[in-house]
Protein backbone atom coordinates (compact mmCIF):
# COMPACT_ATOMS: atom_id res chain seq x y z
CA UNK A 1 0.00 0.00 0.00
CA UNK A 2 1.60 3.37 -0.90
CA UNK A 3 1.43 6.59 1.06
CA UNK A 4 -1.73 8.53 1.11
CA UNK A 5 -1.52 11.82 -0.71
CA UNK A 6 -1.34 14.74 1.53
CA UNK A 7 -4.48 16.12 0.53
CA UNK A 8 -5.76 13.40 1.49
CA UNK A 9 -4.36 13.35 4.76
CA UNK A 10 -5.32 16.57 5.20
CA UNK A 11 -9.14 16.38 4.76
CA UNK A 12 -9.13 13.46 6.99
CA UNK A 13 -7.65 15.77 9.29
CA UNK A 14 -9.87 17.74 9.04
CA UNK A 15 -13.36 15.77 8.69
CA UNK A 16 -12.01 14.37 12.36
CA UNK A 17 -11.47 17.38 13.95
CA UNK A 18 -14.60 19.47 12.40
CA UNK A 19 -17.10 16.93 11.37
CA UNK A 20 -20.05 19.56 11.05
CA UNK A 21 -18.08 20.85 7.76
CA UNK A 22 -18.76 18.17 5.70
CA UNK A 23 -22.65 17.74 5.42
CA UNK A 24 -24.57 14.88 4.42
CA UNK A 25 -25.63 13.99 1.11
CA UNK A 26 -22.20 15.64 -0.67
CA UNK A 27 -23.44 18.70 0.92
CA UNK A 28 -20.92 20.91 3.09
CA UNK A 29 -17.76 23.59 2.97
CA UNK A 30 -15.37 20.60 1.43
CA UNK A 31 -17.73 19.30 -1.05
CA UNK A 32 -16.50 20.84 -4.02
CA UNK A 33 -12.98 19.48 -3.17
CA UNK A 34 -13.47 16.04 -2.20
CA UNK A 35 -15.95 15.53 -5.36
CA UNK A 36 -12.46 16.94 -7.32
CA UNK A 37 -10.62 14.51 -5.70
CA UNK A 38 -12.47 11.36 -5.77
CA UNK A 39 -11.80 10.74 -9.29
CA UNK A 40 -8.03 10.69 -8.33
CA UNK A 41 -7.81 8.93 -5.25
CA UNK A 42 -7.42 5.07 -5.05
CA UNK A 43 -9.55 2.60 -2.84
CA UNK A 44 -7.77 2.90 0.07
CA UNK A 45 -7.49 6.46 0.02
CA UNK A 46 -11.54 6.39 -1.14
CA UNK A 47 -12.28 4.22 2.49
CA UNK A 48 -9.64 6.75 4.21
CA UNK A 49 -11.95 9.31 3.21
CA UNK A 50 -15.22 7.30 3.84
CA UNK A 51 -14.06 6.33 7.38
CA UNK A 52 -14.49 9.91 9.07
CA UNK A 53 -18.13 10.30 7.14
CA UNK A 54 -19.16 6.70 8.62
CA UNK A 55 -18.44 7.16 11.85
CA UNK A 56 -20.24 10.41 11.95
CA UNK A 57 -23.09 9.01 10.39
CA UNK A 58 -22.80 6.20 12.81
CA UNK A 59 -22.96 8.89 15.67
CA UNK A 60 -26.04 10.40 14.29
CA UNK A 61 -27.78 6.77 13.80
CA UNK A 62 -26.73 6.65 17.84
CA UNK A 63 -27.85 9.83 18.90
CA UNK A 64 -31.38 9.04 17.32
CA UNK A 65 -31.71 6.04 19.08
CA UNK A 66 -31.07 7.27 22.28
CA UNK A 67 -32.32 10.76 21.93
CA UNK A 68 -34.89 10.70 19.24
CA UNK A 69 -38.21 10.11 20.48
CA UNK A 70 -37.65 12.84 23.46
CA UNK A 71 -36.31 15.19 20.82
CA UNK A 72 -39.40 14.96 18.32
CA UNK A 73 -41.05 15.45 21.80
CA UNK A 74 -39.81 18.16 22.90
CA UNK A 75 -40.36 20.30 19.29
CA UNK A 76 -43.99 19.04 19.35
CA UNK A 77 -44.32 20.48 22.98
CA UNK A 78 -42.95 23.33 21.24
CA UNK A 79 -44.87 23.18 18.26
CA UNK A 80 -48.27 23.07 20.53
CA UNK A 81 -46.98 26.30 22.60
CA UNK A 82 -46.53 28.22 19.43
CA UNK A 83 -49.77 27.55 18.30
CA UNK A 84 -51.20 28.18 21.35
CA UNK A 85 -50.14 31.27 21.53
CA UNK A 86 -51.17 32.22 18.08
CA UNK A 87 -54.77 30.76 18.94
CA UNK A 88 -54.15 33.30 21.74
CA UNK A 89 -53.54 36.60 19.69
CA UNK A 90 -55.93 35.81 17.22
CA UNK A 91 -58.41 35.74 19.49
CA UNK A 92 -57.59 38.85 21.40
CA UNK A 93 -57.63 40.58 18.08
CA UNK A 94 -61.05 39.28 17.24
CA UNK A 95 -62.13 40.42 20.93
CA UNK A 96 -60.39 43.56 20.04
CA UNK A 97 -61.98 43.87 16.40
CA UNK A 98 -65.52 42.91 17.88
CA UNK A 99 -65.39 45.86 20.60
CA UNK A 100 -64.12 48.33 18.55
CA UNK A 101 -67.44 47.30 15.69
CA UNK A 102 -69.60 48.08 18.82
CA UNK A 103 -68.45 51.35 20.13
CA UNK A 104 -68.59 52.09 16.34
CA UNK A 105 -72.31 50.82 16.18
CA UNK A 106 -72.82 52.94 19.28
CA UNK A 107 -71.62 56.10 17.70
CA UNK A 108 -73.50 55.71 14.73
CA UNK A 109 -76.52 55.24 16.77
CA UNK A 110 -76.23 58.28 18.73
CA UNK A 111 -75.33 60.22 15.63
CA UNK A 112 -78.49 58.78 13.93
CA UNK A 113 -81.11 59.68 16.46
CA UNK A 114 -79.66 63.28 16.84
CA UNK A 115 -78.49 63.61 20.38
CA UNK A 116 -80.22 67.32 21.08
CA UNK A 117 -78.97 69.94 23.33
CA UNK A 118 -75.24 67.60 23.61
CA UNK A 119 -72.00 68.95 23.20
CA UNK A 120 -70.19 67.75 20.36
CA UNK A 121 -67.91 64.63 21.51
CA UNK A 122 -65.08 62.50 20.01
CA UNK A 123 -64.93 58.99 20.41
CA UNK A 124 -61.90 56.96 20.52
CA UNK A 125 -60.61 53.36 22.24
CA UNK A 126 -57.89 52.34 24.18
CA UNK A 127 -56.04 49.26 23.93
CA UNK A 128 -58.58 47.21 25.58
CA UNK A 129 -61.34 47.97 23.44
CA UNK A 130 -63.08 50.42 25.81
CA UNK A 131 -64.52 53.16 24.19
CA UNK A 132 -64.47 56.69 25.54
CA UNK A 133 -65.14 59.82 24.53
CA UNK A 134 -63.77 63.40 24.82
CA UNK A 135 -66.11 66.75 25.19
CA UNK A 136 -64.71 69.17 22.58
CA UNK A 137 -63.70 72.74 23.49
CA UNK A 138 -66.84 74.78 22.21
CA UNK A 139 -70.21 73.08 23.19
CA UNK A 140 -71.99 71.98 19.48
CA UNK A 141 -75.96 71.50 19.26
CA UNK A 142 -77.70 69.16 17.39
CA UNK A 143 -80.77 68.96 15.83
CA UNK A 144 -82.53 65.17 15.59
CA UNK A 145 -83.62 64.29 12.33
CA UNK A 146 -87.34 64.59 13.14
CA UNK A 147 -86.40 68.40 14.24
CA UNK A 148 -84.94 68.83 11.11
CA UNK A 149 -87.89 67.42 8.82
CA UNK A 150 -90.61 69.02 10.98
CA UNK A 151 -88.20 72.61 10.39
CA UNK A 152 -88.30 71.80 6.41
CA UNK A 153 -92.10 71.24 6.92
CA UNK A 154 -93.05 74.66 8.18
CA UNK A 155 -90.44 76.04 5.51
CA UNK A 156 -92.10 73.61 2.54
CA UNK A 157 -88.72 72.60 1.43
Known sequence: MSEPHDVVKLLVARMESHPEEFGANGSGRWAEWLDQLIPFVTEEERVMLRKPMIQD?????????????????????????DAQRYRQHQQAMQQQMAAQQSAL?????????????????????????????????????????????AIKKALKL
Open 57 to 81: IHEDVLDELLNGPERRAEEMRKHEE
Open 105 to 149: GQYQNAAATGIVGRSATNVWMDESGKMSTIAASQPETTLSTSTIN
